[in-house]
């Protein structure tokens, strides 16, 4: 399971990643990585953009984790919007010294977006907090803020302590057991994420042939589920909407009764002629998905230095959408009510929620990742966060 500490700068996110190693060490499910290791997280290229991200891992009884920790808060709105490092679940550090802050709010806002469904709160600093209302008090704002923001803020356990005791061996009390507790409210609280075999069916249309005496090939990458041959699917995109029977399957060269996600196949359609089909629809498990024409995303534009555009941009900007195999001309807006919406602009750099109209339907649902482009780079990276039409 992928996790990651989220939340506001210096709030102890690193601290408290090494503390989880340095506990987990001594029960034997983890190498202790200390704060420096962390904090010099590598330079990683994603999509064309420059993210800077730790990753570690550790065991707990039943569990394998892989741990996220990023230096700064652009790092992490980068790496949710690109998925990076995927995120199944999520700690979020908060310190009592401070409560919520901006970046608090900002983190949460984006875990919902990417579709984290649980969070485990850690309120951090506890040794130097003198007054416990004051713990009572982050608590409950901590409880309204999840709630806010689309999470269970009244189940979700919120664990005090310090990272700072643990990784220095001090203060058990608040230290140690307090790692011991948040590790065991992960294994109990967050759920495991569902294995792509158990999704329903997407195959991502690629190519298109025509096989004398067979019929057409669909070619493509199975992304998601299993299919089987003589399965009921749907073709979708592009102003088509088509039910048929998966009447072969191949895989090189060879005929299959199956195929499952991350395979290369070429799926046999009943009835269906090569004109009716094109690169970027996709084959799916009938009623699985929607095709879409106007949906909201989160998008990260980049830098300069990132190759992406040296200007501004304003709402209906027009750059090519890249998902899956997929590549149509999109116009982007402000949501409906935003003021001043056609003298706001969108710099590089920014995140930045925006709604998507494309100039043909696609095949997609909220998750979904994307690229734009624009004359042959990569100038903004997305995630479906909801759809509108
Ligand atoms: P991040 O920016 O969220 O990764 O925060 P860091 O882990 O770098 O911590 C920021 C500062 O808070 C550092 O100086 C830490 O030593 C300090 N810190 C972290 N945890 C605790 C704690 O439990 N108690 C105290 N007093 N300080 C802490
Ligand atoms: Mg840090």
């Given at each position: 399971?992928?996790?990651?500490?989220?939340?506001?700068?210096?709030?102890?996110?690193?601290?408290?990643?090494?503390?989880?190693?340095?506990?987990?060490?001594?029960?034997?499910?983890?190498?202790?990585?200390?704060?420096?290791?962390?904090?010099?997280?590598?330079?990683?290229?994603?999509?064309?953009?420059?993210?800077?991200?730790s990753h570690v891992e550790y065991e707990t009884d039943n569990r394998h984790y892989g741990h996220i920790d990023c230096p700064g808060?652009?790092?992490?709105?980068?790496?949710?919007?690109?998925?990076?490092?995927?995120?199944?679940?999520?700690?979020?550090?908060?310190?009592?010294?401070?409560?919520?802050?901006?970046?608090?709010?900002?983190?949460?806002?984006?875990?919902?977006?990417?579709?984290?469904?649980?969070?485990?709160?850690?309120?951090?600093?506890?040794?130097?907090?003198?007054?416990?209302?004051?713990?009572?008090?982050?608590?409950?704002?901590?409880?309204?803020?999840?709630?806010?923001?689309?999470?269970?803020?009244?189940?979700?356990?919120?664990?005090?302590?310090?990272?700072?005791?643990?990784?220095?061996?001090?203060?058990?009390?608040?230290?140690?057991?307090?790692?011991?507790?948040?590790?065991?409210?992960?294994?109990?609280?967050?759920?495991?994420?569902?294995?792509?075999?158990?999704?329903?069916?997407?195959?991502?249309?690629?190519?298109?042939?025509?096989?004398?005496?067979?019929?057409?090939?669909?070619?493509?990458?199975?992304?998601?589920?299993?299919?089987?041959?003589?399965?009921?699917?749907?073709?979708?995109?592009?102003?088509?909407?088509?039910?048929?029977?998966?009447?072969?399957?191949?895989?090189?060269?060879?005929?299959?009764?199956?195929?499952?996600?991350?395979?290369?196949?070429?799926?046999?359609?009943?009835?269906?002629?090569?004109?009716?089909?094109?690169?970027?629809?996709?084959?799916?498990?009938?009623g699985s998905m929607k095709s879409v024409k106007k949906f909201q995303a989160q998008l990260y534009i980049l830098t300069k230095d990132?190759?992406?555009?040296?200007?501004?941009?304003?709402?209906?900007?027009?750059?090519?959408?890249?998902?899956?195999?997929?590549?149509?001309?999109?116009?982007?807006?402000?949501?409906?009510?935003?003021?001043?919406?056609?003298?706001?602009?969108?710099?590089?750099?920014?995140?930045?929620?925006?709604?998507?109209?494309?100039?043909?339907?696609?095949?997609?649902?909220?998750?979904?990742?994307?690229?734009?482009?624009?004359?042959?780079?990569?100038?903004?990276?997305?995630?479906?966060?909801?759809?509108?039409?």
């Amino acid at each position: 399971m992928n996790i990651g500490t989220i939340g506001h700068v210096d709030h102890g996110k690193t601290t408290l990643t090494a503390a989880i190693t340095k506990v987990l060490s001594e029960r034997g499910g983890a190498k202790f990585t200390d704060y420096a290791e962390i904090d010099k997280a590598p330079e990683e290229k994603a999509r064309g953009i420059t993210i800077n991200s730790s990753h570690v891992e550790y065991e707990t009884d039943n569990r394998h984790y892989g741990h996220i920790d990023c230096p700064g808060h652009a790092d992490y709105i980068k790496n949710m919007i690109t998925g990076a490092a995927q995120m199944d679940g999520g700690i979020i550090v908060v310190s009592a010294t401070d409560g919520q802050m901006p970046q608090t709010r900002e983190h949460l806002l984006l875990a919902r977006q990417i579709g984290v469904k649980k969070l485990v709160v850690f309120i951090n600093k506890v040794d130097v907090i003198t007054d416990p209302e004051m713990l009572e008090l982050v608590d409950m704002e901590m409880r309204d803020l999840l709630t806010t923001y689309n999470f269970d803020g009244e189940n979700t356990p919120v664990i005090m302590g310090s990272a700072l005791s643990a990784l220095e061996g001090k203060n058990p009390e608040i230290g140690v057991d307090k790692i011991n507790e948040l590790v065991k409210a992960c294994d109990e609280w967050l759920d495991l994420p569902p294995r792509d075999l158990e999704k329903p069916f997407i195959l991502s249309i690629e190519d298109v042939f025509t096989v004398p005496g067979r019929g057409t090939v669909v070619v493509g990458r199975a992304e998601r589920g299993v299919c089987r041959k003589g399965d009921e699917v749907e073709i979708l995109g592009y102003g088509t909407k088509l039910k048929t029977t998966l009447t072969g399957i191949e895989m090189f060269h060879k005929e299959l009764e199956r195929a499952e996600a991350g395979d290369n196949m070429g799926a046999l359609l009943r009835g269906i002629k090569k004109e009716q089909i094109r690169r970027g629809q996709v084959i799916i498990a009938p009623g699985s998905m929607k095709s879409v024409k106007k949906f909201q995303a989160q998008l990260y534009i980049l830098t300069k230095d990132e190759g992406g555009r040296y200007t501004p941009f304003m709402q209906h900007y027009r750059p090519q959408l890249f998902l899956r195999t997929a590549d149509i001309t999109i116009g982007l807006s402000w949501p409906e009510g935003t003021a001043d919406a056609d003298d706001k602009m969108v710099m590089p750099g920014d995140n930045v929620e925006m709604v998507c109209s494309p100039v043909h339907d696609v095949a997609l649902e909220p998750g979904m990742r994307f690229t734009l482009r624009e004359g042959g780079k990569t100038v903004g990276t997305g995630i479906v966060t909801k759809v509108l039409e």
